[in-house]
T-cell receptor
Framework: DAGVIQSPRHEVTEMGQEVTLRCKPI?????LFWYRQTMMRGLELLIY????????DSGMPEDRFSAKMPNASFSTLKIQPSEPRDSAVYFC????????????FGPGTRLTVT | GQQLNQSPQSMFIQEGEDVSMNCTSS?????WLWYKQEPGEGPVLLIA?????ELTSNGRLTAQFGITRKDSFLNISASIPSDVGIYFC??????????????FGKGTKLSVKP
């Protein structure tokens, strides 16, 4: 079975540019999560969706970050404009109905903003 | 915000040795999970625990949900080289917050003894 798919796997961009990260959750999972991982802060939840609806976006750092889930099989995380401090690994995870906390992670997107 | 204290931060293993690590919190958690992360990959779910006192195994891995609900333990028996990686605990706190919000520990890094 296919796991969570993320693209791109690596992104290098210049400060000020727009960055869009993409995620395809596991088929049949109804919750989707975006995390950011850094050495300093570890894994942090940015936002999560349930049935395509954003439930908690309190972890989104600031207005430069936005996330959408137009349908059950696709989500995007956008950063505009990007800044060097946004450099991190961004993970998407999904979980099945009734087992919300059993989150299955994708391989991540390593973002470098220069 | 809520934090999980994971220990040890790092440890070296020799093939065949048993390994123990733990995760503690200052407040009560309803759910505990253990993940393993290898370089360049996302965390992989190993074990999920839902009841105080619960003891669950996954092959050579055994995890326990502490009776106080403020801690969890992971044991690896007869370690092998492919056990190296970073092990994360994660928990769902009992206090308010949104349903999907997991708190992650900073990880225990397992390396092979030189």
């Amino acid at each position: 079975d296919a796991g969570v798919i993320q693209s791109p796997r690596h992104e290098v961009t210049e400060m000020g540019q727009e960055v869009t990260l993409r995620c395809k959750p596991i088929s049949g999972h109804n919750s989707l999560f975006w995390y950011r991982q850094t050495m300093m802060r570890g894994l942090e939840l940015l936002i999560y969706f349930n049935n395509n609806v954003p439930i908690d976006d309190s972890g989104m750092p600031e207005d430069r970050f936005s996330a959408k889930m137009p349908n059950a099989s696709f989500s995007t995380l956008k950063i505009q404009p990007s800044e060097p401090r946004d450099s991190a690994v961004y993970f998407c995870a999904s979980s099945p109905r009734a087992r919300l906390y059993e989150q299955y992670f994708g391989p991540g997107t390593r973002l470098t903003v220069t | 915000g809520q934090q999980l204290n994971q220990s040890p931060q790092s440890m070296f293993i020799q093939e065949g040795e048993d390994v123990s690590m733990n995760c503690t919190s200052s407040s009560i958690f309803n759910t505990w999970l253990w993940y393993k992360q290898e370089p360049g990959e996302g965390p992989v779910l190993l074990i999920a625990l839902y009841k105080a006192g619960e003891l669950t195994s996954n092959g050579r891995l055994t995890a326990q949900f502490g009776i106080t609900r403020k801690d969890s333990f992971l044991n690896i028996s007869a370690s092998i080289p492919s056990d190296v990686g970073i092990y994360f605990c994660a928990g769902r706190p009992n206090y308010g917050g949104s349903q999907g919000n997991l708190i992650f520990g900073k990880g225990t890094k397992l390396s092979v003894k030189p």
